[in-house]
């Protein structure tokens, strides 16, 4: 017999209400076979023994889950363990092209600021261009003047 509170003496029945006992299973049954001729007890028995047949069964259904879960477990092991090398050497190339994308981004900013260098210069040299074609213009009138 079980109780709540430890090193106290199990009182015989009626209980007082602050206290409660604790039977196992394996108690009450052996109460209820002491009881054979009882309608009672060999209700108890039934239904200790059906909870004890479910919880076994229950107990082996468990165990064939946890089996199966391990063997898919085991799979997924072996293919983490493949998959590592692989994501190994992808990282490895996502660092290469990382570097390379930063590499192209700095060409093609310093390519940016060379064409607007360039087009500043075409600018100033259009301008050369329609002033020295304005002079070509005088020039020429001062040629045919004369």
Do not use: F
Request: one cysteine or more.
């Amino acid at each position: 017999m079980m109780s709540l509170w430890e090193g106290e003496e199990a009182e015989s029945y009626p209980q007082a209400a602050t206290r409660l006992t604790l039977y196992t299973r394996r108690t009450v049954l052996n109460v209820a076979m002491l009881l054979r001729d009882s309608d009672i007890a060999r209700g108890v028995r039934t239904y200790l023994l059906d909870a004890e047949q479910d919880l076994r069964a229950g107990y082996s259904s468990l165990e064939h889950r946890v089996t199966r879960v391990e063997s898919c477990l085991a799979g997924v092991g072996s293919a983490l363990q493949e998959l590592g090398p692989v994501l190994n050497r992808m990282s490895h190339r996502l660092d290469s092209l990382d570097r390379r994308l930063d590499a192209t981004h700095q060409v093609v900013g310093a390519m940016s600021v060379r064409l607007g260098h360039m087009s500043e210069d075409i600018v100033r040299i259009d301008g050369r261009m329609d002033d020295l074609a304005r002079n070509l213009k005088d020039l020429s009138r001062r040629n045919r003047q004369r």
